[in-house]
C-alpha cells in the first residue's frame, strides 16, 4: 500500500436504491439505506462494539448421571403446571374413543377391534409410546410383523412387544390416538381456523418445556425443518429441495448451532384465509417471533437466506442480537449495484450501512 493510498479514506459513498420490480419481496416497504463501499478490507474496524454473551449455557437442573432415559423423556415433557404430554394423550384418546364409539352411524362388524375398547390409563400409554419408539430402533416391515412368534420367524422375533401388550390393543390405541378435542376445531375459513389443531397442545407443551430445561449458549441458527407425512391435511407442504423429505410438515426451528438443540418450533401452514400479509415478509415474522425471548442477550443468529434480510438484521442489531446470514440480493434495501455484479476469481466486496456489512 503507498503513501497515497494511505492518505485515503477507507470508504467510498455510494447511494444504492432497492428496486421495486422482479423482487420476490414485493410488499415489503422500501427502505432507502445509504451504503459505503468498504475500500481497504485488512484495515477496517467495525464501527460499532459487540458486546460479549455471558450467560449461563447448558442444562438446567439435569436429570443425575445415571438416570434412566424415561427421566430425560419427563424432563421434557411434563410443564410446571397443566397436563404433560402423556396425560393429554390418555384424556384425548379416551375422549375420541368414546366419541367413536357412541355416534349412531358406528355399525362395527362382528370382530372388529373397536368392539373390544376399554378407557386407557397413563401406564398402559406410557407403555404404548416406549413399543412406538422401540420400532424405530428394530425395523420391521409391517406392524403385524413385530408380534409374530411362529417357527419360521424365531430369528426374527421380538418377544418384548407381545409381554408388553397384545397386537390388537396395540393398534386399536393407534387407532383412536388423539392430541386434541376434535369437537373444539373451529372451520376452515374461520378467523380462529387452526390447521395444526390436532397437535397443537403437543406443540405447545413442547415450546414451554424445551427452553426451560437448557439455555442456550451464543451461536444460535433458524432454518426450516421437514417432518415427513403424507396424509390429508392443510399442513402437509411439498418441497422437492428436500433430500429426506419432501412431503411432510414444515416447521421453522430455533436451535443451538453447538449441539442442535431445538429451542422453539413454529408449524408453517400457509397464509390461512384473507390474513394479510407481514409488513416486511414471512420470513422476518418467523425469526422475530422465534427469537422474542433471547432478545438483549447478544445472541448471534445464523440464518440462510430465506430469512435474511437489512430489515431484519437492522431490528435485531437493535435488540442487541447480532446476525449472520446469505442473503438474496434481490431483497428489499440491499444495494441496487449488486443485483448485476459480476467479480472475478480472488475479488471481493464489501458494503457497510450503519451497523450492517455485506460481503460478495
Known amino acids: 500500500m503507498d503513501s497515497a493510498s494511505e492518505n485515503e479514506s477507507d470508504f467510498e459513498v455510494v447511494f444504492d436504491e432497492s428496486e421495486t420490480d422482479d423482487d420476490d419481496d414485493d410488499d415489503v416497504p422500501v427502505v432507502d439505506r445509504l451504503w459505503t463501499n468498504v475500500r481497504y478490507v485488512e484495515n477496517f474496524e467495525y464501527p460499532h462494539e459487540i458486546n460479549p454473551f455471558s450467560r449461563h449455557m447448558g442444562p438446567v437442573n439435569p436429570p443425575v448421571n445415571d438416570a434412566p432415559p424415561v427421566d430425560y423423556f419427563h424432563k ?6 397443566g397436563r404433560n404430554l402423556i396425560e ?4 384425548e384418546t379416551n375422549r375420541y374413543a368414546n366419541q367413536f364409539l357412541s355416534n349412531p352411524q358406528y355399525n362395527p362388524k362382528p370382530f372388529s377391534r373397536t368392539l373390544k375398547w376399554h378407557d386407557t390409563d397413563v401406564e398402559e400409554m406410557s407403555a404404548y409410546l416406549g413399543l412406538y419408539l422401540s420400532m424405530g430402533i428394530v425395523r420391521k416391515p409391517s406392524i403385524e410383523a413385530y408380534w409374530q412368534g411362529s417357527e419360521q420367524s424365531y430369528l426374527f422375533r421380538t418377544p418384548g412387544f407381545a409381554e408388553v401388550m397384545t397386537r390388537d390393543r396395540f393398534q386399536i390405541l393407534s387407532k383412536f390416538l388423539h392430541c386434541n378435542n376434535n369437537l373444539t376445531q373451529m372451520p376452515r375459513g374461520d378467523e380462529n381456523y387452526d390447521p395444526s389443531h390436532k397437535f397443537r397442545p403437543i406443540l405447545d407443551l413442547l415450546n414451554e418445556t424445551f ?15 421437514m417432518v415427513g407425512f403424507k ?22 426451528v ?13 408449524l408453517y401452514a400457509g397464509r390461512q384465509g384473507g390474513a394479510a400479509r407481514s409488513v416486511h415478509g414471512e420470513g422476518y415474522e418467523v425469526v ?4 422474542e ?9 445464523v440464518c440462510d437466506n430465506y430469512f435474511t434480510s437489512p430489515a431484519l438484521c437492522s431490528s435485531l442489531f437493535d435488540k442487541d442480537t447480532y446476525m449472520t446470514g446469505t442473503v438474496r440480493v434481490y431483497r428489499k434495501g440491499m444495494p441496487k449495484s449488486l443485483k448485476n455484479l459480476k467479480l472475478q476469481r480472488g475479488e471481493s466486496l464489501v458494503k457497510q450501512s450503519g451497523p450492517i456489512m455485506a460481503l460478495c
Not at 76 to 81: A, N, S
Not at 236 to 249: D, F, L, M, T
Not at 288 to 291: G, I, T, V, W
Open 76 to 81: 421434557l415433557t411434563v410443564p410446571d403446571e
Open 88 to 91: 393429554i394423550l390418555v384424556e
Open 288 to 291: 422475530m417471533q422465534l427469537m
Open 231 to 252: 396424509g390429508r391435511n392443510d399442513i402437509v407442504q411439498y418441497v422437492p429441495a428436500k433430500k429426506s423429505h419432501q412431503w411432510g410438515a414444515k416447521l421453522f
Open 293 to 301: 425471548p433471547y432478545l438483549y442477550r447478544y445472541h448471534h443468529l
Open 211 to 225: 427452553p426451560k430445561a437448557y439455555d442456550l449458549a451464543r451461536d444460535l441458527t433458524i432454518d426450516e425443518s
Open 254 to 266: 430455533l436451535a443451538e448451532s453447538d449441539t442442535g438443540y431445538n429451542a422453539a418450533m413454529q
